[in-house]
Every structure is written in C-alpha cells, then in structure tokens.
C-alpha cells in the first residue's frame, strides 16, 4: 500500500479534514465551548449547506464544459416564489394544491434554464452575458410574481422536506398505520388532542429530550423515558456501506477482467475500513439528532446521481471533452450544441430543486432574500472543490467537499458572532485562493 498516493488521491479529504479541526480548536478559544462539534450544530450546517450544495452539483457541470451561471440564485427565487404563489392558486384543489405547486416551480426552474440553453447553445451568446442578464430578469420575475411580499407555505409536505428528519417521517407514518400508545392517546386526551393530530403530536414528543443540555427537566415532555430510535438512519448508512462494497469489488473485477492493473489488498481493505469509519461516525452525528434530515438525504441522492452521469455514461464523457477542448470534440462527433443546452437545462432544473428545499426549511419565500449571492457560494464551492474554470477538469466528490469547507467556516463565523460582511469577505478570499491554486497546478501541467 502506498501511502504517499493514497495522500494524493485524498488530497481534498484530508483539506476537509485538517479545516474542520481548524475551525473547532478556534471556535473553542473564541466562544469557550465545543458547540461547533455537538451533534445538533453538526445536523445543522448538513441542511445550511443543502440548498448550495444543490446548486453546486449543477453549477459543476457547468464549468466543466467551461461555462458559468450567474442567474441561479434568481432562478432559484422565481421556483421559491412560483411554489408558494401556486399552492395559493391550486388551495381549492386540498391535499393536491402543494404538489401542484412543486410541479409548477420545478416547470418554472426548467423552464428558465431552457432559456439560457437556447441562448448560450444556438444562438451562440456568452454564458456570462446570458446568465447576468437572467440574473436581473430571473429576479423582477420573483418580484413580480409575488406582488414584492414574503408568501407562506403551508402544506405539511414542506414540513416534511424541510423540517423533518427521515426517522421523524416514517415514525409519522408508522403511527399513523399502527396508531399510538393508549397511554399516550389518554394524555392527549385530556388535553384536547384528538383526532389525525394526536399522531403528530406524539411523534413530535418522542423526539423532545427528556432533559435540556443544562440539566433542567423538559416540562414539555408528556412521556417521559419515551424517545426515538434513529433505526432508519442506522439502516440508511448500512445499505450505503455495503453498497459502496459491492460496487467497489465490482470494479476491481472488471479490472482484472480487462486486464487492468490492480490495487493491493492491503489497498482495499484500508478503504474499506476508512469509509466504514466515515459512515459510522457521520451515522452518529445524524443518529444523536433526531436522525438524517430528509433535505439533506434529497441532497445526497443529487449527488449520486450527478457522480454516477458524470463518471459512467457518455454524456458525462462528452462534458470533460468539451470542457477540455470544444472544438476537438466537435470534430470527434460529439453534438456540443445539444451537451450545452441539456447542461443549462439540468441547472435550471436543480435550482428549482434548491428553491423548493430552501423555501421548505424556512416555511416561506421572499424575492428580496432568496438565493441572494447563491451564485457566488456555489462557484466558490466548485472552485473550491478542485474543479477548473478553465473547464475539463472537476468531480461532484470534490464540489461536496467544497461545499462542506465553506459551510464549515460560515458556520464558525456565525458561532464566533461575526459580522456578516467579514463573512462575505472571507468568502471572496477563498474563491482567489482557489482560483491562484488552479492557475498555478494548471501552469504546473
């Protein structure tokens, strides 16, 4: 086993790593505490970095073709604005108007990113003017539609995306097929809950602490002892553990099969080993908080997907080759036209995605807030990730890893109660880091 390249295959794992350490030995000598490291805090930054990490798996393949997308926080206020705005228009249909109102923003989204597909892929115009264009036009749409006021949303469907871990949900629907404790639906007898929210209200109780952190007893706790097991999550990060496996054994064999040069035995266990201590100690941090939120979960399964397009189809081939040279791919029969226009869709796409898991978390959504500098957080995370703007060269491992180092810095500014505009600041200097380091491993080449 070669240590030296393991390090080099890693080199963005270990970044990751040695920022995380960083960040909690200079929270702790600020604030005195180890918040930064609790369970509940860790649970948090996983959904504060959901809606930019959404953008980012898109704005990835964006660059890699060499391209760059300004408008996607405003894309991203007019999905947000067309979710709540419908469900208000679809509120005769019941139970059906919020998900009407997600086929509507996720139609709005596509429909936007249709719009610089077009522009940027046939009629041929740079993605900087098309996209700063949308930006403008992207966000009169939002203020538009809304009438320039914050809109509420209000089926429990948000809550589910947004608020709801996935132990919470399916403990929802568990009990809403078994029915609750007798002792329990006597207590909520007494005080008035009957009925369909009798369900709600228990589950919401198992996953109150008996005990606040300081000690004190929880006087809202009505069953005491009573408290959720995060199974569903355990059992979540088992099927990814062995999947990863199997997957992983799978392609050591078509390597051999091709004749290909293997990896040391040695090689594959200490993977295995290190990916099982990641699934465990990630688990962990979900499991003592109420479990894996359900938008964080809706992030992952972007992310694999967009990883799996990336490295195993044609598409994802044809994107590193456009990235890397337009004009040799177009000689080499690749449609460069078509790539584009479907890379640009694909984003539109996902920032509705983002929009509807951002307006879910806050219940809401505002023209004048949403996705405000969203553009900016996910072309820092890309670039930070180790994708080239130069275009060619980039992984959605990567983006996710950059994605979770600036998430990690905010989040610590924010525990050390600094000033947004030092934020903003240090935001910016890390996208001329990024940009100096790739420039200087470019030249390297």
């Known amino acids: ?33 180890w918040t930064f490291i609790s369970p509940e805090n860790l649970s948090n930054l996983s959904q504060q970095v959901t809606q930019t990490g959404i953008l980012a798996i898109g704005m990835t393949m964006v660059i890699l073709i060499a391209g760059i997308d300004l408008s996607v926080g405003s894309i991203l206020a007019v999905a947000a604005i067309v979710l709540a705005q419908t469900e208000i228009w679809f509120y005769d249909t019941g139970t059906l108007a919020p998900y009407f109102a997600i086929i509507c923003a996720l139609f709005a989204g596509t429909l936007l990113g249709v719009w ?24 009169g749409i939002a203020y538009l539609v809304s009438g320039s006021q914050s809109i509420r949303v209000k089926g429990e469907i948000f809550k ?8 919470k949900s399916l403990y929802k629907l568990y009990y809403s097929i078994k029915g609750i404790p007798a002792e329990a639906a006597a207590i909520l007898k007494d005080r008035g809950i009957e009925g369909t929210q009798c369900v709600a209200t228990y ?7 008996d ?10 706790k009505f069953c005491v002892g009573e408290n959720f097991c995060p199974v569903f999550t355990i059992g979540l990060f088992i099927l990814v553990f062995v999947c990863w496996l199997i997957f992983h054994l799978r392609s050591i064999k078509r390597s051999k099969d091709h004749g290909f040069k293997l990896e040391e035995k040695s090689e594959t266990i200490f993977k295995a080993v290190m990916v099982g201590i990641g699934c465990f100690i990630v688990c962990s941090i979900f499991s003592f908080h109420q ?26 081939r044809h994107l590193y080759a456009i990235g890397g040279n337009p004009e040799a791919a177009r000689l080499s029969g690749i449609n460069v ?9 694909i984003m539109g796409f996902l920032c509705a995605i983002a929009g509807i898991v951002a307006t879910s978390r806050a219940q809401a959504a505002s023209p004048a807030t949403q996705g405000i500098l969203a553009e900016l957080e996910a072309i820092a995370a890309v670039v930070v990730g180790g994708t080239s703007l130069s ?10 890893i950059g994605v979770l180092i600036i998430g990690m810095v905010v989040n610590a500014m924010i525990l050390m109660s600094l000033p947004n505009p030092i934020q903003l600041i240090f935001k910016g200097l890390l996208i001329m880091i990024a940009i100096m380091v790739d420039m200087k491993t470019k030249a390297k080449k």
Do not use: E, H
Request: aromatic residues 12%; charged residues 10%.
């Open 211 to 220: 005990k606040f952190a300081n000690g004190m007893i929880n006087p809202g």
């Open 391 to 400: 275009g060619g060269v980039g992984k959605i491992g990567g983006t996710i």
């Open 1 to 33: 086993m070669d240590i030296k390249s393991i390090l080099k295959q890693n080199g963005m794992l270990i970044s990751m790593i040695c920022v995380f350490v960083a960040m909690t030995i200079i929270t702790y000598m600020w604030t005195g505490s």
């Open 203 to 209: 589950v919401d109780n198992l996953f109150m602490p």
């Open 291 to 316: 479990g894996i939120p359900v938008m964080v979960l809706i992030f992952a399964l972007l992310a694999a997907g967009a990883a799996f397009l990336l490295n195993n189809t044609t598409f994802g």
């Open 116 to 139: 610089n597909g077009v522009m940027i892929a046939r009629f041929k115009l740079l993605p900087f003017v098309v996209t700063l264009a949308m930006l403008t036009i992207g966000r």
């Open 160 to 167: 589910y995306i947004g608020v709801y871990s996935l132990d």
């Open 337 to 345: 036209t078509k790539c584009t226009f479907l890379v640009f869709t």
